[in-house]
């Protein structure tokens, strides 16, 4: 496979389950980032990870928990989620030297929380 | 506050004829801009960007940007419109004390009827 790859494509949870969203990128890049994509309004910056290490956690609350294991694969760990976290999310890479390059998504995992 | 804006919800073109999508910036320091289209349930992809040099961007597609620093704008154009550029249309901006994040536009949708 090539790019970036996002399973499972359509997830629906109840509020007291628990699941994950994997991420993997076939590019050799080494930062990775989660968004969430909800309608009409800007992508939402979840969690950047360069070289494995978290650089940002923008506010995120801890019912969202993320994990890097190594620099090709991605991890958001759900549990007890609302529905207002229902949305698209997006997993991206990109290759952060000192060229501005630009990132790489995946197809997303539609997530519906009942 | 660094922000950007995507002012048109949806645009409606005629195929054949020239199209644009705005975006305005606001950032401290030197502009990082991009551009990125999303179709139907799929991930985001690069169409181009704007780092240094000639204000004019050519990207993939056929679609070009211009880079205007006094209006701070980075309208996405293309001389003849494709039913199939019928998609969602990002504007990004990063700023070289970002950190690595992407500054996001709402989006806007881009319809080209035959």
């Known amino acids: 496979e090539t790019g970036v790859t996002q399973t499972p494509r359509h997830l629906v949870m109840g509020m007291t389950n628990k699941k994950s969203l994997k991420c993997e990128q076939h590019l050799g890049h080494n930062a990775m980032y989660w968004y969430k994509q909800s309608a009409k309004k800007p992508l939402e910056l979840m969690f950047v990870y360069n070289f494995k290490e978290q650089t940002e956690n923008n506010s995120v609350p801890s019912r969202f928990s993320p994990e890097c294991p190594n620099s090709s694969h991605l991890f958001l760990h759900l549990h007890t989620l609302q529905p207002e976290d229902s949305a698209l999310y997006l997993c991206?890479?990109?290759?952060?030297?000192?060229?501005?390059?630009?990132?790489?998504f995946g197809p997303g995992t539609r997530l519906t929380v009942l | 506050a660094q922000s950007v804006a995507q002012p048109e919800d949806q645009v409606n073109v005629a195929e054949g004829n020239p199209l644009t999508v705005k975006c305005t910036y606001s950032?401290?320091?030197?502009?990082?801009l991009f551009w990125y289209v999303q179709y139907p349930n799929r991930g985001l992809q690069f169409l181009l960007k704007y780092i240094t040099g000639d204000n004019l961007v050519k990207g993939s597609y056929g679609f070009e940007a211009e880079f205007n620093k006094s209006q701070t704008s980075f309208h996405l154009k293309k001389p003849s419109a494709l039913v199939s550029d019928s998609a969602l249309y990002f504007c990004?901006?990063?700023?070289?004390?970002?950190?690595?994040?992407?500054?996001w536009g709402a989006g806007t949708k881009l319809i080209i009827k035959p």
């Open positions: 990004a901006v990063r700023a070289l004390d970002s950190n690595y994040q992407l500054i």
């Open positions: 991206a890479s990109s290759q952060e030297d000192a060229t501005l390059n630009e990132q790489f």
């Open positions: 950032v401290s320091g030197n502009p990082y």
